[in-house]
């Protein structure tokens, strides 16, 4: 039966190592070579990249001062048709959204909540219709 001796010279030499720090360092040292080969890596992907657009290339806002698309209009509630007792309104007949635009602001009163507060969680507030 062979039995493999290590030689006590040989521990002592990798637990000197170990200990006296060598192992760390140059730990560190391979840590530090992959962080600048990342950082050298990523300049050139970044050169390799179109430049950003320049300032006139850039679209500009309308001459009427608000973004596209934009739509300021007053809308007020749509009237519910009538119908006879004998017939239902099917949701196609009935228009779109419930609302419909309005020539006209609507009124300071209409625009007010009318009383009812609206306390959030937390707020201290007694709730709605209190």
């Not at 006590?8 to 840590?31: D, K, N, Y």
């Not at 600048?36 to 290339?57: C, H, Q, T, W, Y």
């Amino acid at each position: 039966m062979k039995t493999f001796l290590v030689d006590s010279a040989q521990v002592s030499t990798a637990a000197g190592v170990w200990q006296s720090g060598l192992a760390q360092v140059v730990g560190g040292l391979i840590v530090v070579a992959v962080l600048i080969g990342a950082f050298v890596l990523g300049f050139r992907v970044m050169k390799k990249e179109l430049p950003p657009p320049d300032p006139e290339s850039q679209p500009r806002r309308p001459d009427t001062g608000q973004p596209p698309g934009e739509v300021s209009e007053y809308r007020r509630p749509a009237e519910m048709p009538q119908t006879d007792g004998e017939h239902r309104l099917m949701p196609y007949q009935l228009k779109d959204g419930g609302t419909e635009t309005s020539p006209e602001p609507p009124s300071e009163e209409k625009r007010k909540w009318g009383g009812i507060s609206s306390g959030g969680f937390g707020s201290g507030g007694p709730g709605h219709g209190d």
